[in-house]
């Protein structure tokens, strides 16, 4: 679709931002010929800046819609097909509530004014413990790479400020490891997963390292949380987190979920594990310098693999949809953008980082 490049290069000519520069072909114009409605909404919204109509516009689109209608009054979404030998069909729902409303909030921009979003924030919140942690997921057991899942999601719906959200904040910062991050408590127990659901509550051994993928997901929703970074204690703690996981940069987990190095090139969207779109977005966005020798090693692996009609043919964890591709570009083009956002600039919806 030739005259939509066209149209795009009159509008605005490549070169001109920072952020294309930094890039070896500019990403918009394959993703304004995108036949996703979505796509083509944000790219015109976050990176090229237009004026676009409300976000609500999204909500009333077929893929949303559907979603929607598959929502059941108390707020959950069912789970299809649960094995209940791993875990309960309440525990399942609970999992798919969290992925159908990241579906909501990240591809179609959902929040807190839509009910959908009201009623899962209330069914997820409901699996709240006095301690602060969502469980459930994972059975009685401690999970604080869903907990903060659901944070970062809640926080992106417009529940940032919730009480609600700042115990769970609080419990992740009760949960940390002794060198700072985080891990999945019955992991450091060297419990099997089998036998995860039988067993009581194990707590955490502290003394094990951190993992990479839990301290990946806990950054982000800290990182998306203005509210939460301003205390200087849990902003300093984000930070020590952030410069572990980019210690493990391209290397293995120390547990078993992610041993093989290449899992950091395996992308989902929404962000529902730890990659390296998914760890470099939060760690730009606590402030980490574009010249942090890791940052800048994950930044030029974006820059090496990026095709000539500005796409990117990466690997993604779940499926080979090709729109997933797109979400993915979509991503990796707003992670360029805030590398040269100014100061006071951080109120773009969807390259802001609160």
């Known amino acids: 679709m030739v005259?939509?490049?066209?149209?795009?290069?009159?509008?605005?000519?490549?070169?001109?931002?920072?952020?294309?520069?930094?890039?070896?072909?500019?990403?918009?114009?394959?993703?304004?010929?995108?036949?996703?409605?979505?796509?083509?909404?944000?790219?015109?919204?976050?990176?090229?800046?237009?004026?676009?109509?409300?976000?609500?516009?999204?909500?009333?689109?077929?893929?949303?819609?559907?979603?929607?209608?598959?929502?059941?009054?108390?707020g959950r979404w069912i789970y299809p097909n649960p094995k209940e030998h791993v875990r309960s069909a309440e525990n399942y729902d609970l999992y798919e509530t969290f992925l159908q409303l990241g579906k909501l909030v990240e591809m179609h921009g959902v929040d807190r004014r839509h009910p959908a979003a009201e009623r899962a924030a209330e069914?997820?919140?409901?699996?709240?413990?006095?301690?602060?942690?969502?469980?459930?997921?994972?059975?009685?057991?401690?999970?604080?790479?869903?907990?903060?899942?659901?944070?970062?999601?809640?926080?992106?719906?417009?529940?940032?400020?919730?009480?609600?959200?700042?115990?769970?904040?609080?419990?992740?910062?009760?949960?940390?490891?002794?060198?700072?991050?985080?891990?999945?408590?019955?992991?450091?127990?060297n419990v099997k997963l089998a036998e995860w659901i039988a067993h009581d509550t194990i707590e955490p051994d502290r003394s094990r390292p951190f993992s990479y993928m839990v301290t990946g997901v806990v950054l982000r929703a800290f990182a998306y949380n203005p509210a939460a970074l301003a205390v200087e204690r849990t902003r300093t703690t984000v930070l020590?987190?952030?410069?572990?996981?980019?210690?493990?940069?391209?290397?293995?987990?120390?547990?078993?979920?992610?041993?093989?190095?290449?899992?950091?090139?395996?992308?989902?969207?929404?962000?529902?594990?730890?990659?390296?779109?998914?760890?470099l977005d939060p760690v730009v966005c606590l402030g980490l310098p574009v010249d942090h020798p890791r940052v800048r090693d994950g930044l030029e692996w974006f820059v090496r693999e990026q095709k000539s009609d500005g796409s990117w043919a990466v690997k993604t964890l779940k499926g080979k949809r090709p729109e997933q591709l797109l979400w993915i570009a979509l991503g990796i083009a707003r992670l360029f953008i805030r590398l040269d956002l100014p100061a006071g600039a951080g109120d773009t919806p969807g390259v802001s980082c609160g």
């Open 3 to 74: 005259h939509i490049r066209d149209e795009y290069h009159c509008r605005c000519k490549i070169g001109e931002m920072a952020w294309h520069r930094r890039l070896m072909h500019d990403p918009v114009p394959h993703l304004l010929e995108s036949a996703d409605e979505r796509i083509r909404y944000f790219a015109r919204r976050d990176l090229l800046r237009e004026q676009v109509p409300e976000v609500t516009t999204l909500w009333e689109l077929p893929s949303a819609i559907r979603i929607v209608k598959r929502q059941q009054s108390n």
């Open 240 to 279: 020590t987190a952030a410069e572990l996981v980019l210690s493990r940069l391209f290397k293995g987990d120390f547990y078993p979920d992610r041993k093989a190095a290449d899992y950091w090139i395996k992308f989902t969207f929404p962000y529902n594990f730890t990659d390296l779109l998914a760890v």
């Open 123 to 189: 069914y997820l919140l409901r699996h709240q413990t006095d301690a602060g942690d969502i469980r459930g997921i994972y059975g009685d057991q401690y999970s604080p790479n869903y907990t903060a899942g659901i944070v970062e999601l809640l926080t992106k719906a417009g529940y940032g400020d919730d009480p609600r959200v700042h115990a769970a904040l609080d419990w992740l910062l009760s949960m940390r490891q002794h060198d700072g991050g985080w891990a999945i408590p019955v992991r450091t127990a």
